[in-house]
């Protein structure tokens, strides 16, 4: 059976993993409604991601025989006035999501809770990838997003972004 505090923060990733994916959610719909399909997918497809996530989560306190506990999914309500504040804010909120982890980790560590720790490693390594994704997009609006003829190549780029299941698969 899992320590207490570990299922309580394990329900509260959950949540933000959920709300991570209608963070994105909203993101993507700013860009679809500027004509930016292809930022418009990048964000859609990260919004699946986010929804993966949060079911691993799930499946791993249904795996120990903990309780669900789906609490209410804050309204995203950042507000976007231009191209890079999705960008900027995203790659904020991967750090913050990267803090969650490390803070589950920590307390998993403390109360030497290996298995947990394990299974917590697909998601260490998961954010060192988003945060790098995340903080490219940032260069990389830098670079070329004032410039409509390269604004709508990096928009083409981003449209062939496709969707792939997570890499951890729980039984
Ligand atoms: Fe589920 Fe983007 O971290």
Redesign the pocket.
């Known amino acids: 059976m899992l320590n207490e505090k570990i299922i309580e923060l394990l329900n509260d990733q959950v949540n933000k993993?959920f709300y991570?994916a209608y963070l994105y959610l909203d993101m993507a719909n700013y860009y679809i409604d500027n004509d930016l399909d292809g930022f418009g997918n990048w964000f859609n497809i990260q919004a699946q991601?986010?929804r993966d996530?949060a079911m691993l989560f799930i499946k791993y306190l249904q795996n120990n025989g903990a309780k669900v506990e789906l609490k209410a999914i804050d309204k995203p309500n950042e507000e976007f006035n231009k191209f890079a504040d999705p960008l900027e804010v995203s790659y904020d909120h991967?750090q913050y999501?990267t803090s969650l982890i490390n803070n589950i980790y920590d307390v998993a560590y403390t109360v030497k809770d290996f298995r947990t720790m394990q299974f917590l490693d697909w998601f260490i390594k998961?954010?060192g990838e988003?945060e790098a994704n995340a903080s490219g997009l940032v260069k990389k609006y830098k670079l070329f997003g004032e410039d409509p003829k390269s604004l709508y190549l990096l928009n083409q780029e981003l449209a062939s972004r496709t969707y792939s299941a997570p890499t951890l698969v729980l039984d």
Do not use: G, W
């Open positions: 993993e991570s991601e986010e996530h991967e999501v998961e954010q988003e």
